[in-house]
């Protein structure tokens, strides 16, 4: 009996893949299989250690699980700090740029998103 070749095989990431390719190929529909990353501990151990009465009582596994954990979260905060900055200068651009006041800056975009609301329900016609 012969196996069946047709299946196209996963495509393989390592450590040194760049998050674009990787998203990319997730995108297009691709399979893909992701290696084990390896991290040196040195520098997880040596932070834990430097800071073991705050650690203390957790294994080491759990420790660096915890930093994980609040690294993502500071990630997290760091991305939407920067979404609302980049809505704060649209208004503050509006304002200076046009010479609008505050007041009619957050008016003029109320209605351009009432207006963006109200054309993406229209049916479409072709």
Do not use: C, W
Request: net charge neutral.
């Amino acid at each position: 009996m012969t196996q069946d070749t047709s299946k196209t095989q996963p495509k393989v990431f390592t450590e040194k893949a760049v998050v674009d390719a990787i998203h990319e190929a997730i995108t297009s529909g691709e399979e893909i299989l992701v290696e084990d990353v390896v991290v040196d501990q040195t520098q997880y151990l040596n932070f834990i250690l430097a800071n073991r009465s705050f650690f203390k009582g957790m294994t080491l596994l759990s420790s660096v699980e915890y930093m994980f954990e609040r690294s993502r979260a500071e990630i997290t905060r760091q991305i939407k700090s920067a979404e609302e900055a980049k809505r704060k200068n649209v208004l503050s651009t509006a304002v200076k740029d046009l010479g609008m006041t505050v007041e009619e800056a957050k008016a003029l975009l109320a209605e351009a998103a009432r207006l963006k609301a109200i054309a993406q329900n229209q049916p479409k016609t072709s």
